[in-house]
């Protein structure tokens, strides 16, 4: 039984050793922490944040970060906002994406359907740039896996907007931010209270609004986050369940040499 344990605690280890992420090291201000629903191993999109954080999304982040890697079909997929298909198609017929050619070889604008591409706010790089003060504002399909820190940086950049220390001269158009890359941003603090309204009656706080937008920028750079932790999850019971055969197993074999000795 003593081996068995240690076989156990063994698994155990190396299993952790594999599930558990590296921390990016590093960072200069510590980020603040939230406690998400998707974090831990069993975790999950809280459903409801994922649909008001679309809301926010749409309503204010969307007229400067694109979504590129979106399609309004996305947002009624399993594992996501799961809106009904019918919610889904209204969301589209809202925003006009250009086709064509038609039969005159002209192009068109129509609105859009479930499997177009989110709408990009800019035509190109260099008209973002142009229209925010000389930075780009990034795409946010996959921006929380590519900075160190995921969904506590977005969530720490969206609430560290404060007053410049004393003597720090900003430039027009940059703002004093606590948890960004050298303090300064130039993307002033696109938050403020109520700035929209839920459907389901939460009250639109900064703070609420910033676990939105976040929990829902999580759900598009990782749009399979809910299936990997079920698959983790069958895999560990998989292992468990053969490392009890495999030891029961090398018992019985092993039981008729030891005898012997
Ligand atoms: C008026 C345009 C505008 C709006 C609206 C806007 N942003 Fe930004 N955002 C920018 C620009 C420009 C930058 C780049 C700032 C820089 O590099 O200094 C940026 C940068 C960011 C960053 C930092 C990215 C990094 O490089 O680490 C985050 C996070 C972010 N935005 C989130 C949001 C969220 C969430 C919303 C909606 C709630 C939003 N932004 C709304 C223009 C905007």
Same mark, same amino acid.
């Given at each position: 039984?003593? !081996?068995? *344990?240690?076989?156990?605690?063994?698994?155990?280890?190396? *299993?952790? *050793?594999?599930?558990?992420?590296? !921390?990016?090291?590093?960072?200069?201000?510590?980020?603040? /922490?939230?406690?998400?629903?998707?974090?831990?191993?069993?975790?999950?999109?809280?459903? #409801?944040? %994922?649909?008001?954080?679309?809301?926010?999304?749409?309503?204010?982040?969307?007229?400067?970060?694109?979504?590129? @890697? *979106?399609?309004?079909? !996305?947002? +009624?997929? /399993?594992?996501?906002? &799961?809106?009904? &298909? %019918? $919610? +889904?198609?209204?969301?589209?017929?809202?925003?006009?994406?250009?086709?064509?050619? !038609?039969?005159?070889? &002209?192009?068109?604008?129509?609105?859009?359907?479930?499997?177009?591409?989110?709408?990009?706010?800019?035509?190109?790089?260099? =008209?973002?740039?142009?229209?925010?003060?000389?930075?780009?504002?990034?795409?946010?399909?996959?921006?929380?896996? #590519?900075?160190?820190?995921? #969904?506590?940086?977005?969530?720490?950049?969206?609430?560290?907007? $404060?007053?410049?220390?004393?003597?720090?001269?900003?430039?027009?158009?940059?703002?004093?931010?606590?948890?960004?890359?050298?303090?300064?941003?130039?993307?002033?603090?696109?938050?403020?209270?109520?700035?929209? =309204?839920?459907?389901?009656?939460?009250? +639109?706080?900064?703070?609420?609004? #910033?676990?939105?937008?976040?929990?829902? %920028?999580?759900?598009? +750079?990782?749009? @399979?986050?809910?299936?990997?932790?079920?698959?983790?999850?069958?895999?560990?019971?998989?292992?468990?369940?053969?490392?009890?055969?495999?030891?029961?197993?090398?018992? /019985?074999?092993?039981?008729?040499?030891?005898?012997?000795?």
């Amino acid at each position: 039984m003593k !081996n068995f *344990l240690k076989l156990l605690a063994f698994f155990t280890i190396i *299993l952790s *050793l594999t599930f558990s992420r590296a !921390n990016a090291a590093g960072e200069q201000q510590e980020l603040l /922490k939230v406690d998400w629903s998707f974090k831990s191993f069993f975790g999950k999109f809280d459903r #409801a944040s %994922l649909q008001r954080g679309y809301q926010v999304y749409s309503e204010v982040c969307a007229s400067c970060h694109s979504l590129k @890697h *979106l399609s309004y079909r !996305n947002l +009624a997929e /399993k594992g996501g906002p &799961e809106f009904t &298909e %019918l $919610e +889904a198609k209204a969301i589209a017929s809202n925003f006009e994406v250009t086709d064509g050619p !038609n039969s005159d070889g &002209e192009m068109f604008e129509r609105p859009a359907k479930l499997s177009d591409k989110f709408v990009m706010p800019y035509a190109n790089v260099q =008209e973002a740039i142009a229209a925010n003060g000389g930075a780009y504002p990034p795409d946010m399909s996959v921006l929380v896996k #590519a900075r160190g820190g995921g #969904a506590n940086y977005i969530y720490s950049v969206l609430m560290g907007y $404060e007053d410049p220390p004393e003597g720090m001269e900003l430039d027009d158009g940059v703002y004093y931010n606590k948890y960004m890359y050298g303090n300064k941003i130039k993307m002033a603090s696109p938050l403020d209270d109520d700035i929209v =309204e839920y459907s389901d009656g939460t009250k +639109a706080t900064v703070d609420q609004m #910033a676990k939105d937008v976040t929990t829902f %920028l999580q759900w598009t +750079a990782e749009p @399979h986050l809910e299936t990997r932790h079920k698959m983790g999850f069958r895999v560990i019971i998989y292992l468990v369940v053969l490392t009890i055969l495999v030891y029961f197993s090398m018992k /019985k074999i092993w039981s008729r040499i030891e005898t012997k000795v």
